[in-house]
DNA sequence: GTTATTGCAAATGATTTGCACAAGG
DNA sequence: CCTTGTGCAAATCATTTGCAATAAC
């Protein structure tokens, strides 16, 4: 899977006359080593981490590059920086479900949603290309037992769902 | 409306001890003037272009002021940019088909998606608050007839949807 | 008179860019 | 070699904020 990830890479570069170099290989490492959400920002510590460091530009021009490989998918979870997506090759759908409580983002897929929206959108008179569908929810666990096991670790890294800063 | 608008928000001021300025009710006035979608620097336009101009700090600190007032609400169309939507207080669903021909904007509600949605974040362990739904789509009548009505004006305004500035 | 509000200008924070140097092919 | 890539620091750009002057109540 790492292997096949490299390899759509390198066939993007070598398309567009562009270069294999090894900030790009630590990037797309980076990026891959986990299948969750990161911002750039949180995936520049990740790089930074591995000995040498690679600088904020570049992460953010790799970033680009990989989005336009579409190896990453760049979504939007309502706050200020945008939020990318390693695990979409597998997720043809994007929905989102956002908890207010406890800030865990929870991806989902639903069929259903996917042919309603499809419907709604020729009834239009557009045809779909894609959709984002994103729930802000509140913890039933939170309500109910008073407690919610994602409490805690969203405090921690300090990811709030509001654009209330 | 308008009136109701105005004493809405005097309520809401009342209400947290804040204060009726002329600032405050020319903002007001400027946001609901048309029902159509907004940036903060739009509406700082539309008010500058009023007699007296209002400071952007003003505006922005009022537009906070009108969003937690909920007479108007945030919406995320993807850019780079936070849009404000005056017109919701009649539809209760927030959910954006966004043309990526003609740039073109459309709002809609669908009872149908909102049950589902509903039915799936409960199956998840949440209870629904608020879902924003947005569909990129392709203009069919761009595709069909070779023209679509709305591009032009769409590529005057410089409206683009992708992130891509 | 207090306390909230405004306008200005400076601060912020994520992202981008110009440029000189480094490195792929 | 020639062109693309990198790192740095400076530049953007929307939005926020500190502060002194001003206006509600």
Known sequence: MEAQLKERLDAFLRGKGLRRTEQRERILKAVFS??????????????????????RATVYRTLALLVEAELLREIDLGDQHTTYDPNFLEKPSHNHLVCIDCGKVIEFEDAHIDTLNDCVTRRLGFRAVKQSLRIEATCEQLRKRGRCPNLIAARLTGRRLRRKR
């Open 34 to 55: 986990k299948d969750e959400h990161f911002t750039a920002d949180e995936l520049c510590d990740r790089v930074r981490r591995s000995d040498s460091g690679i600088s």
